[in-house]
């Protein structure tokens, strides 16, 4: 079955850290580039961050700038999102999406431009 499936995700107190990942499952994520969205209850969802299918672009929103870092491991067939410095605003469901990309293509965090989506993890950032 062809999948998308995060995983990291728990209960930390502000300023903490989690490292997201996103696991391809029946397909290889060579030709993709994959963006993080998140959504928290009540709110559109949010474009976080994307990665090219090279890692030659990189792109975060402003709201995590500085503070998340977004990598990809072909060989793993995973892709990862280091998060620190949390914040109670972080909080929300945490989804990765995948699109297949021509070479060199920028990234970018608009919902509408990825096809294939996890099912998200819930990050919670609470004292």
């Known amino acids: 079955q062809l999948q998308l499936v995060e995983s990291g995700g728990g209960l930390v107190q502000p300023g903490g850290s989690l490292r997201l990942s996103c696991a391809a499952s029946?397909?290889?994520?060579?030709?993709?580039?994959i963006g993080w969205f998140r959504q928290a209850p009540g709110k559109e969802r949010e474009g976080v961050s994307c990665?090219?299918?090279?890692?030659?672009?990189?792109n975060y929103a402003d709201s995590v700038k500085g503070r998340f870092t977004i990598s990809r491991d072909n060989a793993k067939n995973t892709v990862y999102l280091q998060m620190n410095s949390l914040k109670p605003e972080d909080t929300a469901v945490y989804y990765c999406?995948?699109?297949?990309?021509?070479?060199?293509?920028?990234?970018?965090?608009?919902?509408?431009?990825?096809?294939?989506w996890g099912q998200g993890t819930q990050v919670s950032v609470s004292s």
């Open positions: 999406a995948s699109r297949i990309t021509a070479p060199q293509a920028r990234c970018a965090m608009t919902s509408f431009s990825y096809t294939f």
């Open positions: 029946g397909f290889t994520l060579d030709y993709y580039a």
């Open positions: 990665i090219s299918r090279d890692d030659g672009s990189v």
